[in-house]
């Protein structure tokens, strides 16, 4: 029932919220404006983030900012 616009990310490596889950909630949002971005390697990025990284790790410039 969530039709405000959504934005769902994770690392590829996240073992907390593991890609395939958010894969799942990205896929039976009901809202047509939403974004997955799962930050890794097969994106183009330098690392496969884990669950922090993207937020605190040492990439964390580098990996968020050429997505954000």
């Not at 971005?37 to 496969?48: E, L, P, Y």
Request: glycine residues 8%; aromatic residues 8%.
């Amino acid at each position: 029932n969530i039709k405000i616009p959504v934005f769902i990310s994770c690392g590829a490596q996240d073992q907390f919220a593991p890609p395939v889950v958010q894969r799942y909630i990205y896929n039976h949002v009901g809202s047509a404006d939403k974004t997955l971005v799962v930050f890794g390697r097969a994106q183009g990025m330098s690392v496969d983030a884990g669950h922090d990284d993207v937020l605190v790790g040492l990439q964390k410039a580098i990996i968020t900012h050429c997505e954000l």
